[in-house]
């Protein structure tokens, strides 16, 4: 699969509306991941709903902004249930995200100088909704897919080749991290907060026959919609490396630590914050699937 940095496409006329947030901030990136997720306020008209994470995918020559069903339609996936307490239904997205100021297209590495501004995009055009949901499960895979680009930004898509990555394998108790902006918080100039965890079922499964896996970590509301990557660190295997998906023994080995794209995080397992403390993760085949299948969603106004 061909990935890459985010390529821009124009908006068309009445798609977004740009909001300039001022200010040029100086900083030090030590980990080029933080530049992936961005973070989303869902709204109805100017009215704040709710908070969230999205980010970027490449695929098929094209760019598409990432997120959970539930953040685009605000409702559950497992009910259909209104999320928001007065019933109010999201019909904008406002996105935050980090310019390009250091008049390179290159990854920044160490200093970067990184302004930030917002965009409103319009969730429907002509009454129907303008993202993609999986062909085959709906909503019951909480993803969605909408094709969009925003020139002049520093974004960088979860898949792409400059942020090397192995494709290893997942197996249980590997570190997974997740990317994204618990109850709205940041971990500094709108750059995402890190969360930890593990692997905690078999990746390989298809739990309840959906493309998702759990994994264990204590997550908030926020993240929903957060890039999520395993790390393979070299001291868990006693010889020092690991063997990527398809290799063949140590001529195939990675020496040093190898990260991988593993997926969408959309929530906890039930509503209890601390019992079971699992969060569910949608597999990158669900990302794949929905931007390949191109199936336009079904408008919550009408569900």
Not at 51 to 56: N, R
Not at 93 to 99: A, E, T, V
Not at 194 to 201: E, F, L, Q, V
Request: hydrophobic residues 35%.
């Amino acid at each position: 699969m061909k990935s890459t940095a985010l390529r821009c496409y124009a908006f068309a006329a009445g798609d977004a509306k740009r909001l300039d947030l001022g200010g040029i901030v100086p900083v030090t990136i030590q980990e080029k991941l933080s530049w992936v997720p961005i973070q989303i306020e869902i709204l109805y008209n100017q009215e704040i709903l709710g908070v969230g994470t999205a980010f970027f995918y490449f695929l098929e020559d094209s760019s598409f902004l990432v997120t959970n069903w539930h953040n685009v339609s605000g409702r559950r996936p497992d009910s259909l249930t209104i999320i928001h307490k007065e019933a109010a239904i999201p019909n904008k997205l406002r996105l935050f995200y980090p310019q390009n100021k250091n008049g390179s297209d290159e990854l920044p590495e160490g200093d970067s100088f990184v302004g930030w501004n917002a965009v409103e995009l319009d969730l429907y055009e002509n009454d129907e909704p303008i993202w993609y949901e999986h062909p085959k499960h709906k909503q019951k895979v909480d993803v969605v897919a909408i094709k969009l680009g925003i020139d002049g930004t520093r974004i960088y898509s979860a898949n792409a080749e400059e942020l090397d990555f192995t494709k290893i394998t997942l197996r249980p108790s590997l570190d997974v991290f997740v990317l994204g902006y618990p109850r709205g918080l940041t971990g500094g100039a709108r750059f995402p907060v890190w969360k930890r965890g593990s692997i905690a079922s078999e990746p390989a499964i298809d739990l309840d026959g959906l493309p998702k896996f759990y994994i264990d970590t204590a997550t908030r509301e926020g993240m929903s919609g957060s890039p999520v990557y395993v790390q393979h660190p070299v001291y868990v295997q006693h010889n020092g490396y690991c063997v990527p998906e398809g290799g063949s023994g140590t001529k195939d080995a990675i020496i040093g630590e190898a990260r991988r794209f593993a997926g969408i995080y959309s929530g906890r397992v039930g509503d209890d914050t601390f019992k079971a403390q699992l969060g569910i993760v949608w597999k990158e085949s669900a990302i794949t699937e929905i931007i390949s299948g191109r199936i336009k969603g079904k408008s919550s106004f009408e569900i």
